[in-house]
């Protein structure tokens, strides 16, 4: 059982939408800034956002995060076969003092 | 250029110790916190420690008294000491540099597996 909890998978259509949740607790997501990452096969993860809502250099502005209370979501738009991936989002948990991340979500693009 | 290179992973048998090594290159570990992270085969990816600057270090319950999470700053390398190992620690092991910040930079991980 994940801290952290996110849907298994998520669909869409290339060029449309998807969104991600992760839902939390007060004392991790609540409290901490939320990360989001993906990964594709055989490879390590990818940072997409930090600090909430904020993009490393590189990663294209189709990818946005967001937070509101104990839940964040991923946003991607202008969906691409190439976003085909295993999508997770991780945090601190102050009650556990330790890190912690949402079981991951695999994306398909239709 | 910014890199990190694990290595020591391997074939274990349960109940067995195993020292990784995370070497470091492009910054210095000691100026910065230093995580591991570990993804099981076909699994999700599961924190498994962190050193701060200053030393403090914390672990996840999972591994907390059996694996320890050091680093040499004239090597300027770090280290998973794991003892005790289990079926269930098996996994590619990451080393992460400033995990969730803007400067974040993962290794290419180096597998453990524990088995008889």
């Known amino acids: 059982q994940s801290v952290l909890t996110q849907p298994p998978s998520v669909s869409a259509a290339p060029g449309q939408k998807v969104t991600i949740s992760c839902s939390g607790s007060?004392?991790?997501?609540?409290?901490?800034?939320v990360s989001w990452y993906q990964q594709l096969p055989g490879t390590a993860p990818k940072l997409l956002i930090y600090?909430?809502?904020r993009r490393p250099s590189g990663i294209p502005d189709r990818f946005s995060g967001s937070k509101s209370g104990t839940s964040a979501t991923l946003g991607i738009t202008g969906l691409q076969t190439g976003d085909e991936a295993d999508y997770y989002c991780?945090?601190?948990?102050?009650?556990?003092?330790?890190?912690?991340f949402g079981r991951g979500t695999k994306l398909t693009v239709l | 250029e910014v890199q990190l290179v694990e290595s020591g992973g391997g074939l274990i048998q349960p109940g067995g110790s195993l020292r990784l090594s995370c070497a470091a290159s492009?910054?210095?570990?000691?100026?910065?916190?230093m995580s591991w992270v570990r993804q099981a085969p076909g699994k999700g990816l599961d924190w498994v420690s962190v050193i701060y600057a200053g030393g403090s270090t914390y672990y996840a319950d999972s591994v907390k008294g059996r694996f320890t999470i050091s680093r040499d700053n004239s090597k300027n390398t770090l280290y998973l000491q794991m003892n005790s190992l289990r079926a269930e620690d098996t996994a590619v092991y990451y080393c992460?540099?400033?995990?969730?910040?803007?400067?974040?930079?993962w290794g290419q991980g180096t597998l453990v597996t524990v088995s008889s």
């Open positions: 992460v540099r400033d995990w969730r910040s803007s400067s974040e930079y």
């Open positions: 991780g945090t601190w948990d102050s009650s556990l003092s330790a890190g912690v």
């Open positions: 600090e909430n809502n």
């Open positions: 492009g910054f210095t570990v000691s100026s910065t916190y």
């Open positions: 007060s004392s991790n997501i609540g409290n901490n800034y």
